[in-house]
């Protein structure tokens, strides 16, 4: 059974920072592309970050400069460093896991970037 489980989210003031973990298991986590979704109340599901198998990186316009995403492959761990952040990064964060075509996703966890 595959499970994708994110972890630390919360709620932090503009300009604060929060590191967001993903714990997989069930699949060979080296062969995937682990990415971050966000999703804002009223709006599409949109890609973060994207960390590919062979070690690639990208991410949106949006988020450049202050997120970073990273992998642990020994321990089956993705995660997403986020500094410097915006109210408009207020959103569910999740946790994907893609290999040519399968998909999994997290449950994942809110984000709140409020004073």
């Known amino acids: 059974q595959v499970q994708l489980v994110e972890s630390g989210g919360g709620l932090v003031q503009p300009g604060g920072s929060l590191r967001l973990s993903c714990a997989a298991s069930?699949?060979?986590?080296?062969?995937?592309?682990l990415c971050w979704y966000r999703q804002a109340p009223g709006k599409q599901r949109e890609l973060v970050a994207a960390?590919?198998?062979?070690?690639?990186?990208n991410y949106a316009d949006s988020v450049k400069g202050r997120f970073t995403i990273s992998r642990d492959n020994a321990k089956n761990e993705v995660y997403l460093q986020m500094d410097s952040l915006k109210p408009e990064d207020t959103a569910v964060y999740y946790c994907n896991a893609d290999f040519i075509g399968m998909r999994y996703w997290g449950q994942g966890t809110q984000v709140t970037v409020s004073s």
């Open positions: 960390f590919t198998s062979g070690g690639s990186t």
């Open positions: 069930g699949i060979t986590f080296s062969i995937y592309t």
